[in-house]
């Protein structure tokens, strides 16, 4: 899961997250529970982001073992409540539960391992499933790209089937049309950008245009199959002969797979000195996922886009945050 590296802290400041996260100066800091955050990295990143008026953590875990570590990590956490969980599975269980009361209109990873944390989110009875299924975003800033944008979905859904890519798409459109974007341009992903048989992907982004066009998914500018080259560069899509609306200036990447996904984000965090700053969607409430390898940048953007968007969703049901 880890993305912006602290092998790559020297490249900072391109302005896209912190354009975002200015947004969330004027707003309420959202009641978060913390699945486990036991370890330096995972509440280190809580105390930044509570300091910063993002989120109001609730520390969900072994309550002597959060103290220690804030105190070998000069943490003050006397500001927050803590509630008693005696390892990270009941901690996980318990933080969901918070969601379920009402008491928390966002979820964190602490310092238990994601599987852990998703097994209690996906639970039919107990968790937190909607209609929706549930998958992930990268909003990746890289240096070189003129904006931020969505990769989706790299770290959930192994090999998503077109009816799976259909909510995967639609979560992530609602998602940064929540945020502010008006109609995000979508591309969609392949080795080639021709329809080939053999290259299933390509009949599926070629399906998901034809219901975008439909009405089954909305809100977006679907254009596929696009290959990385063409979808990213507005040049290459002209050499090729490409007429499309999305090249050169998509907002959102959807891969054929988990696998591409993760190639993709790696490579641009690591080549690319990128920084990804991770959300679940499709839950009750947006879940923040950092990773222990984050650097502090990454680690806010996180939190931010996902309080921006527990914002937005309290404004779509007519509850003020608070």
């Not at 004027?26 to 982001?49: K, N, Q, R, Y």
């Not at 998958?135 to 931020?148: A, W």
């Not at 390509?202 to 696009?226: F, N, S, V, W, Y």
């Not at 998509?250 to 690591?270: Q, R, S, Y």
Request: aromatic share 4%; glycine share 8%.
């Amino acid at each position: 899961m880890a993305t912006g590296t602290t092998e790559n802290s020297e490249h900072r400041g391109t302005g896209k997250y912190e354009a975002l996260l200015a947004r969330c100066k004027d707003m309420a800091a959202v009641p978060t529970a913390v699945a486990h955050p036991c370890d330096d990295a995972s509440l280190g990143a809580v105390v930044e982001a509570a300091e910063a008026g993002i989120i109001t953590p609730i520390l969900v875990g072994p309550v002597e073992k959060i103290r220690r570590t804030a105190k070998e990590s000069v943490l003050d956490i006397t500001p927050y409540e803590v509630v008693d969980a005696p390892h990270s599975h009941a901690a996980a269980a318990a933080a969901v539960e918070l969601v379920r009361m009402g008491r928390a209109k966002l979820l964190m990873k602490g310092s238990l391992h994601t599987d852990e944390l998703m097994g209690e989110v996906v639970k039919r009875e107990t968790g937190l499933r909607t209609a929706r299924r549930i998958s992930h975003v990268f909003v990746m800033d890289v240096p070189t790209y003129h904006k931020v944008f969505a990769v989706t979905d790299a770290a959930i859904n192994i090999f998503p089937t077109l009816e799976d890519k259909v909510d995967i798409l639609q979560n992530a459109i609602d998602f940064l049309m929540a945020l502010g974007w008006k109609q995000p341009k979508v591309a969609i992903l392949s080795a080639v950008e021709t329809i080939n048989p053999k290259i299933p992907s390509t009949i599926e982004a070629a399906a998901l245009c034809k219901m975008a066009e439909r009405g089954q998914i909305h809100g977006g500018i679907l254009d596929g199959p696009l290959a990385f080259d063409n979808a990213i560069s507005a040049e290459a899509a002209r050499i090729k002969k490409i007429d499309s609306p999305v090249a050169g200036n998509p907002d959102i990447m959807l891969v054929p797979d988990l696998e591409a996904g993760n190639m993709l984000v790696k490579n641009l965090t690591f080549l690319s000195r990128a920084d990804g700053a991770a959300i679940v969607l499709g839950a009750r409430v947006p879940i923040i996922l950092t990773s222990r390898a984050d650097n502090q940048r990454t680690r806010m953007a996180s939190c931010g886009v996902a309080a921006l968007y527990a914002h937005a969703l309290a404004a779509r049901a007519g509850v003020g945050e608070g």
